[in-house]
């Protein structure tokens, strides 16, 4: 690329090295963040947390409990979502988990948001991605969903 | 090349090779990136749509490998010593966060237990590690590797 050559003192090259430190530094900054980045849900057990729960009386507490009968989850899942035949336990009434999103959000929606809390009790059986779904799929329903998680012991 | 040229000065850096390198070393640490995480790799659930927990620094890391093993940060520990190791890494920080990476493969018993253990060991509730379903390169990658 000998352009002086024709005379010409105009210069064709457009000069990268700006580019180039903006680029090393996007750099940088995505190698030190992406990787430590995490993504999650957050439960409690409510058998030492009570206290960071509300009381709440029987009748409004919302429990949805996840049977090895009615949503046989053996194996992650394949895919995305669940089986289709996958049907769990919203407050003892057996819905398609797929209403789920629907049913939490017309049972809890209506509530102030520090009442939103869901029970969640499943079979130990159960594969823990399977679980996770339907965590994903009760907290897509409203906003603020506070997952307890019951335990047998 | 042209060697018989009459010599001419060229007075920009040549920096094609520099590019060069950066390149490879960007290639290399995105093959390395998901290895610094602390712990082992497992095979985290993919779920739709995970709430973001954040940067994992400043909380403490379960994993349960497909094993059912447990790890804090990237101590294997054993089930007896897991609250009391758990005590150990919070150390001094009022109310640290715990989190636990379950491989997907487990039994949601394997997670309950450890979920127990946490709350037993003094810890208010706990984040549950997933990872967005569109990551399938990731997935498919640890898929295929079992």
């Given at each position: ?14 000069n ?10 996007l ?6 963040v ?12 409510p058998?030492?947390?009570a ?9 409004v507490?919302?429990?949805?409990s ?7 989850i ?22 398609p ?10 049972i ?5 948001l520090?009442?939103?809390?869901l029970?969640l009790?499943?079979?130990d ?7 996770l779904r ?9 906003d603020?969903l506070?997952i ?6 | ?8 000065m060229?007075?920009?850096i ?5 590019v ?8 290399i640490?995105?093959?390395m990136a ?8 497992v095979n985290?659930p993919?779920?739709a749509?995970?709430p973001?927990?954040?940067d994992?620094?400043?909380k403490?890391?379960v ?7 447990l790890?804090i ?12 190791s ?17 491989d997907a ?12 253990a946490v ?7 706990v984040?549950?590690v997933?990872?967005r ?9 640890d898929?295929a590797?079992?």
């Amino acid at each position: 690329m000998q352009l002086n050559s024709s005379g010409s003192s105009l210069q064709s090259e457009i000069n990268i090295t700006p580019l180039v430190d903006v680029v090393l530094v996007l750099l940088i900054i995505f190698m030190v963040v992406v990787p430590l980045l995490l993504q999650g849900y957050d439960v409690g057990i409510p058998k030492t947390s009570a206290e960071a729960v509300p009381a709440q009386a029987e009748e409004v507490q919302v429990v949805l409990s996840i049977e090895l009968t009615a949503c046989r989850i053996l194996e992650p899942p394949a895919g995305e979502g669940l089986p289709a035949d996958c049907r769990v336990n919203l407050n003892r009434q057996e819905i398609p988990a797929t209403d789920l999103p629907a049913r939490v959000a017309e049972i809890l929606g209506g509530r102030p948001l520090e009442n939103r809390v869901l029970f969640l009790a499943a079979d130990d059986r159960l594969n823990y991605e399977g679980v996770l779904r339907i965590v994903d799929l009760a907290k897509s329903g409203v906003d603020n969903l506070q997952i307890e998680f019951l335990t047998a012991d | 090349m042209r060697l018989g040229d009459p010599p001419k000065m060229q007075a920009g850096i040549n920096i094609t090779p520099l590019v060069d390198v950066v390149l490879v070393l960007l290639i290399i640490f995105m093959v390395m990136a998901p290895k610094m995480r602390k712990g082992p790799e497992v095979n985290l659930p993919n779920t739709a749509k995970p709430p973001e927990q954040g940067d994992e620094r400043g909380k403490i890391l379960v994993t349960i490998d497909d094993a059912g093993g447990l790890w804090i940060d990237d101590q294997p520990v054993a089930p007896e010593q897991f609250g009391e190791s758990l005590r150990a890494a919070a150390g001094a920080q009022p109310d640290p966060k715990v989190v636990i990476r379950g491989d997907a493969r487990l039994r949601f018993r394997q997670v309950r237990e450890a979920m127990s253990a946490v709350e037993d060991a003094g810890f208010r509730g706990v984040g549950l590690v997933a990872q967005r379903a569109e990551g399938k390169a990731k997935g498919d990658r640890d898929h295929a590797t079992q």
